[in-house]
């Protein structure tokens, strides 16, 4: 028998989850039966998504049940194998949840070669926030060389990589991030040509100062006050990928919708949502150019690793609403 501690939806959050949200418990773990392997985590993925995980609504995904593991993706080893393609000291990536062990029937599990990079990675730029940049500017925003991007949330996991493929691919590239040394960050370290401190204020005049001549691409990961001032600063035939809308998250109201929507009509734009998920059969073609890109130093993977336990699990998460974090948020345990 395995105790492993794990994280449980206690209550549904209204608003930033608290301590209240989760409740952490040590559970057995029933002997492994044929087909099952158990699956030692060691870095949990933190992402936007799993607020809105927590909300009894209906989405992409079912939300988590109250008394269940909090789901998360993970890096893992295999610790123990009945599963017929998995064997003991196998590095793995999968939905394994807030938890230190889980059993896994193999469905939807990766192996990963912490060789070609390092667990952090595999969670970042090359994992799911490296797949939504690419799949976002390239596949919904149709990125052509020399567009002019917008890319707020720019100095967090999916801004990074989305912005430092746009310039592999020739645009001109302009982040939105909260402070000046996320600033600083993405021009001097990541190759950004203007950056744009939201937290300075009147984010439209800023745009339009940079980018006189308007954006091609807006890649919003914020939704909100930002989405509005890159609204009124598109050019004809803009693209606008909807990818998240991180200011509503914790908001117990919808947001009020975009007011500079008819900026859609008059410069021709379109506003497209879009899940990664949908790109599910491609990832192996994107997750070989980003390995290509990041081997030639054209795109720097930037990672925030906490060190701690899973009951560290929903202060973390946390971060990602107060913008504690640079680049993809992990939790090694
Ligand atoms: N469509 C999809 O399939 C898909 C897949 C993955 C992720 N996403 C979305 O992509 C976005 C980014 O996710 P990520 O994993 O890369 O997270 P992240 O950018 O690494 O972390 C979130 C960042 O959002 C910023 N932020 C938080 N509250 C904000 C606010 N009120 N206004 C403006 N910025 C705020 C913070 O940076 P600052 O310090 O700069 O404020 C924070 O660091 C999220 O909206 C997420 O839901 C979508």
């Known amino acids: 028998m395995t105790k492993t501690l794990q994280v449980l939806l206690a209550e549904r959050p209204t608003g930033l989850p608290t301590a209240d949200t989760w409740s952490v418990v040590t559970t057995e773990l029933p002997p492994l039966t044929a087909g099952q392997m158990l699956v030692k985590i060691s870095f949990i993925s933190l992402d936007p998504a799993m607020r809105g995980w927590l909300n009894d609504v209906r989405s992409y995904l079912p939300p988590v049940g109250i008394g269940e593991v909090m789901r998360a993706l993970d890096i893992g080893t295999v610790v123990e194998s009945r599963h017929p393609d998995f064997a003991v000291g196998d590095t793995v990536s999968g939905t394994f949840g807030v938890t ?15 060789n070609a990079a ?23 925003g149709k990125l052509q060389p020399g567009d002019t991007v917008l890319v707020s949330a720019a100095a967090g996991a999916v801004g990074s990589v989305a912005g430092q493929i746009a310039k592999a691919k020739g645009a001109t590239v302009i982040g939105i991030a909260g402070g000046a040394e996320k600033c600083r960050m993405l021009t001097e370290e990541l190759g950004f040509d203007a950056a744009i401190d939201y937290r300075a204020g009147n984010v439209l005049r800023q745009v339009r100062e940079v980018a006189p001549d308007g954006i091609d691409i807006y890649f919003d990961n914020v939704g909100g006050e930002i989405l509005d001032a890159a609204l009124a600063n598109l050019r004809r035939g803009a693209r606008v990928v909807l990818c998240g809308a991180i200011s509503a998250y914790n908001e117990q109201k919808p947001p009020p919708g975009p007011s500079r929507y008819m900026s ?53 998460l946390n971060m990602l609403f107060t913008g504690a974090n640079t680049g993809k948020l992990v939790l090694a345990l």
């Not at 926030?129 to 500017?137: D, E, H, N, Q, R």
């Open 264 to 316: 859609l009509l008059v410069f021709r734009a379109s506003m497209i949502g879009f899940v990664v998920f949908d790109y599910a059969d491609r990832y192996p073609e994107a997750g070989a150019q980003l390995a290509r890109w990041l081997a030639e130093g054209r795109i720097k993977s930037r990672e925030h690793v906490v060190e701690g336990g899973v009951a560290q699990f929903g202060d973390t």
């Open 118 to 140: 390092s667990g952090p990675t595999w969670l970042g730029a090359l994992g799911m926030p490296g797949m939504t940049a690419y799949f976002g500017l390239l596949e919904v």
């Open 100 to 114: 230190e062990y889980a059993i896994s029937d193999g469905r939807g599990v990766q192996r990963v070669d912490l």
